[in-house]
């Protein structure tokens, strides 16, 4: 039985000892997802935050057979998905307001600071190359390539076909490589 299975009958059994479980097993998956959805980390740690307050919510009220049949993962990443939709459906009721620039992260490996620099460029590159794919290609990216989620679970958490889910993935990483063989990360975004 794989261990995310033991996490649901473990839930349907005692919900409140084993949510501190799930959320370690999945917390990062949930994150990642949020924060490529999202673009800031701040709004993706609301994001991250809202969605298991809401899995909380709605297991409270699941009786222990439908919990023990979650896939977690996959269950998570929808509700984050959802919620980041919500998010933007009321953002486009609401006046825009601009951020002033996301926090850099810190450097974590031992090239020094050039290695550091070259690092945050090219990952900003890689950023603003996935923002100019179609939102159902970069959600197949990130939930495939970033996320690591198996594609029957891409395809769960965008609610679509498997088929879907891989045809989105392979455009969105198709169209990545183009821009990789056309541009120099080191020369900002194309």
């Known amino acids: ?23 370690a097993a999945h917390g990062a998956a949930v994150f990642t997802t949020a924060l490529r959805v999202s673009r800031q980390p701040a709004d993706a740690e609301d994001l991250a935050s809202e969605t298991f307050v809401r899995a909380y919510r709605a297991m409270q009220g699941y009786a222990p057979e439908r919990i023990r049949g979650l896939r977690l993962r996959p269950w998570l990443v929808t509700i984050t998905l959802n919620l980041w939709r919500n998010q933007l459906r009321t953002a ?41 794919l179609p939102d159902p290609q970069r959600q197949a990216v990130v939930l495939r390539h970033v996320v690591g989620l198996p594609y029957a679970e891409v395809a769960e958490a965008m609610a679509c076909p498997v088929g879907t889910a891989k045809s989105h993935a392979s455009r969105g990483l198709a169209s990545l490589r183009r821009r990789l063989a056309v541009n120099d990360p080191l020369e900002g975004p194309p």
């Open 1 to 23: 039985m794989p261990p995310e299975d033991h996490l649901a009958v473990r839930a349907a059994v005692d919900l409140d000892g084993t949510f501190p479980d799930l959320l």
């Open 92 to 132: 486009g009721r609401s006046p825009r307001s601009v951020a002033l620039g996301a926090a850099d992260e810190p450097a974590t490996g031992d090239g020094g600071p050039e290695q550091a620099v070259l690092d945050h460029r090219s990952n900003g590159w890689v950023e603003a190359c996935l923002d100019t």
